[in-house]
T-cell receptor, first 114, second 115 residues
């Protein structure tokens, strides 16, 4: 079984400042890792994913994440945030075989301040 | 638009009524998932289809819930005798095309409010 922990429920940050959203996972099998963004009353949009290979993954909208197997982490970063990045961010894990169902964290609300 | 669609987007019902939601996945995707998201929480897995076969159900899916995917195309999720605790966003996702094979594509969700 897998589990995901997002330690920060809310992260306020000023516009153009860097941000890191933390995600830790646990699993007894090989995993795929994902970050999704959700705007109010909308579905989930994929930001980036780690399947294998390079541990630094670049995604859309200037986001990137680094897979750290020893620390079982997959933190999301952006060097300079915009007001439009204000949203809920979810980290998810799936097994690398089987049903590929997602296990989500509880989410981090990013609030970008002017 | 070739994304995942869900209908209706919003549903308000009275406790005890039955409701049915529909999901139309991306056409070439053979895998379909239902999730439930309550306020302030991440989505939780409900059930999974590969083609028309329902291969996994979460223990969250009580006897009042049933899902189908006839002919391996669209899917329906029915809740019988709704309870206030069923109020949530119900998300559908599909997976399996040549593009983005290893990721799930989500629909906009159906928000259910049980009065």
């Amino acid at each position: 079984a897998q589990s995901v922990t997002q330690l920060d429920s809310q992260v306020p940050v000023f516009e153009e400042a860097p941000v890191e959203l933390r995600c830790n996972y646990s699993s007894s099998v090989s995993v795929y890792l994902f970050w999704y963004v959700q705007y109010p009353n909308q579905g989930l949009q994929l930001l980036l994913k780690y399947l294998s290979g390079s541990t630094l993954v670049k995604g859309i909208n200037g986001f990137e994440a680094e897979f750290n197997k020893s620390q079982t982490s997959f933190h999301l970063r952006k060097p300079s945030v915009h007001i439009s990045d204000t949203a809920e961010y979810f980290c998810a894990v799936s097994g690398s075989s089987g049903t590929y169902k997602y296990i989500f964290g509880t989410g981090t609300r990013l609030k970008v301040l002017a | 638009d070739t994304g995942v669609s869900q209908d209706p987007r919003h549903k308000i019902t009275k406790r005890g009524q039955n409701v049915t939601f529909r999901c139309d996945p991306i056409s070439e995707h053979n895998r379909l998932y239902w999730y439930r998201q309550t306020l302030g929480q991440g989505p939780e897995f409900l059930t999974y289809f590969q083609n028309e076969a329902q291969l996994e159900k979460s223990r969250l899916l009580s006897d009042r819930f049933s899902a189908e995917r006839p002919k391996g195309s669209f899917s329906t999720l029915e809740i019988q005798r709704t309870e206030q605790g069923d109020s949530a966003m119900y998300l559908c996702a599909s997976r399996g095309g040549l593009v983005g094979y290893n990721e799930q594509f989500f629909g906009p969700g159906t928000r259910l409010t049980v009065l």
